[in-house]
């Protein structure tokens, strides 16, 4: 089973093909399939996937769909075909990759412009007016989305995917398998400004931005190039959607930033570290292995390995929860004040 995004592919038309596809058994007769749908839009020739929830099993049954994908614990009394897979939720990521819509194949675009010098390995694909500077170098089976521009000496490894509109400025280096979606921007300057009597300076940054492999990166989100050092996202890291990565930033491995998740300079984030939507951090922080940012929390200083984390500013989620309840007493306690007010004697002074 693929693990990571495999951007072209063939749809199973059989039963048994998709079984072997999936590394699952097949139980019943092979036949062809349809589309991969919900139990209550289903057809006859489509399928349907079973997925862990006990109540998933009986719309299974219920639906037209003469084959259903399952899991190895799951009871099944029933005349239609299934296919009985080891994990259903890698089996379901997979499914979705199979039926998916194909990608048209690019080919070279004669309105693209090229620069001579670049290097592009086999089966590369690039869009209409999409653009590759000097001196850059584009892996082989990766595929350039339309008006995208690839920078100066900027390098993609095997088997990426730059959807339409993507700007990768200069001095880039994206590892294996990379997936940037539409309107990202990597290499952008850092926010950085001296200010004089006369008005603001600005700062050059000079670095770089380096991603590692299998690395995943979210609609219109922004990664700024280091000062002098790269800015760095490691190994598996998935970025969501409208993110900033400040200069110097330096992500671990598969880290997660769910979307809208704003980093200051010079963070560091540990392995397996996950950033909940709209949280946002100062600069100069830490944030541990495995750490957990929830939703809408603003991080004033370094987060610790393995704690969960909530607020503004952010603080263990069991303290920002009690603080919470208290909050919501409020309320309460100022009726139970004015009642007290009532029936106490008035002191006089």
């Given at each position: 089973m693929h693990l990571q ?71 099944l009394e029933t005349t ?178 769910i979307g809208a998740v ?88």
């Open positions: 995004p495999i951007h072209i592919s063939q749809k199973p038309q059989t039963r048994l093909e998709l079984a072997r596809v999936l590394g699952g058994a097949l139980h019943g007769a092979d036949g062809q399939i349809g589309r991969l749908a919900d139990p209550e839009a289903a057809l006859a020739d489509d399928v349907v996937c079973v997925l862990r929830e006990k109540k998933a099993l009986q719309p299974a049954l219920d639906s037209l769909a003469q084959t259903l994908i399952v899991g190895q614990s799951t009871a239609k075909t299934f296919i009985r897979v080891a994990d259903v939720d890698l089996a379901w990521l997979e499914l979705l990759r199979l039926f998916r819509l194909p990608l048209e194949a690019l080919d070279i675009d004669s309105s693209a412009k090229i620069h001579p010098s670049v290097v592009l390995g086999a089966g590369v694909q690039v869009g209409a007016f999409a653009v590759i500077a000097q001196g850059a170098n584009i892996g082989a089976g990766s595929i350039i989305g339309a008006h995208s521009l690839i920078g100066e000496r900027s390098v993609l490894g095997q088997g990426c995917l730059i959807h339409e509109r993507v700007t990768i400025r200069h001095d880039c280096f994206l590892g294996n398998g990379v997936l940037v979606q539409s309107g990202a921007v990597i290499g952008a300057d850092g926010f950085g400004f001296h200010r004089t009597e006369a008005g603001y300076v600005r700062q050059e940054q000079i670095g770089a931005v380096e991603i590692a492999n299998h690395v995943e990166i979210g609609a219109n989100t922004v990664i700024d190039r280091g000062t002098l050092e790269p800015t760095r996202i490691g190994r598996g890291t998935k970025i969501g959607p409208n993110c900033v990565v400040a200069h110097n930033d330096q992500l671990g491995n598969n880290v997660i930033l704003g980093l200051t300079g010079s963070v560091i984030i540990e392995d397996d570290a996950v950033l909940w939507g709209q949280t946002g951090t100062t600069g100069h922080l830490r944030i541990g292995r495995g750490a957990v940012l929830t939703a809408q929390s603003g991080l004033s200083k370094d987060l610790p390995a393995g704690e969960v984390w909530r607020g503004s500013p952010a603080q263990p989620i069991k303290e920002q929860l009690r603080m919470e309840a208290q909050l919501r007493r409020l309320e309460d306690y100022e009726k139970r004040l004015k009642q007290l007010e009532q029936v106490s004697p008035k002191v006089v002074p």
